[in-house]
């Protein structure tokens, strides 16, 4: 039915830039977490280090601003190991490996410290993402996060991406004709 529509892909999945999450025929639709195509790996971590990244494009979109947010393909996963045992698995885009992948050895005291930690530590994130309390979602709870003009954009210019790359067509259009 999503590929019939003209939102997915060949798999199913709604077509989206990978960068803003909007996608990439419709210049008014904006999808996250499983739902999105493209090579990611989807977990919950991914879908709420999207959220930030989704709620301000959407707002830039909705006060008729240029998106820009962007989604540099921040996942994390725990590797259960054993019974008490655990490492985990962090990547962003084309799975290059994120600073904490693989950090806690796979045996040994500290897997099974890691396992304990770890389990507290999502019981503490369901319960914060969870609650009916306002806040600004993770990981930015009392303080909404920013970001710079697409221009300046850190993550863009260390992989040396074209912003072509991340401006939606309809937009590159708008620009050219204005």
């Not at 892909?9 to 999105?36: M, P, S, W």
């Not at 259960?80 to 600073?99: C, I, K, R, V």
């Not at 904490?100 to 994130?125: A, C, D, L």
């Amino acid at each position: 039915m999503v590929v019939k529509s003209g939102l997915g892909d060949a798999h199913g999945l709604v077509d989206v830039n990978k960068y803003t999450l909007q996608h990439k025929r419709y210049e008014n639709i904006f999808a996250f977490g499983d739902c999105i195509g493209g090579e990611l790996t989807r977990t919950h971590s991914a879908a709420q280090a999207q959220n930030p990244v989704i709620k301000n494009n959407v707002l830039k979109y909705l006060h008729g601003q240029e998106v820009n947010a962007i989604y540099d393909g921040y996942t994390f996963f725990p590797l259960y190991l054993a019974m008490t045992q655990a490492t985990s698995f962090s990547h962003h885009h084309d799975y290059e490996p994120a600073t904490w992948n693989h950090f806690v050895p796979h045996h040994g005291i500290f897997s099974k410290q890691y396992f304990g930690r770890m389990h507290k530590t999502f019981e503490g994130e369901a319960k914060n993402y969870s609650s009916y309390r306002k806040n600004q979602g993770p990981p930015y709870y009392h303080i909404a996060n920013s970001y710079d003009a697409l221009e300046h954009n850190q993550y863009l210019q260390t992989h040396q991406i074209p912003l072509e790359a991340v401006i939606h067509p309809v937009a590159q259009a708008r620009l050219a004709a204005g």
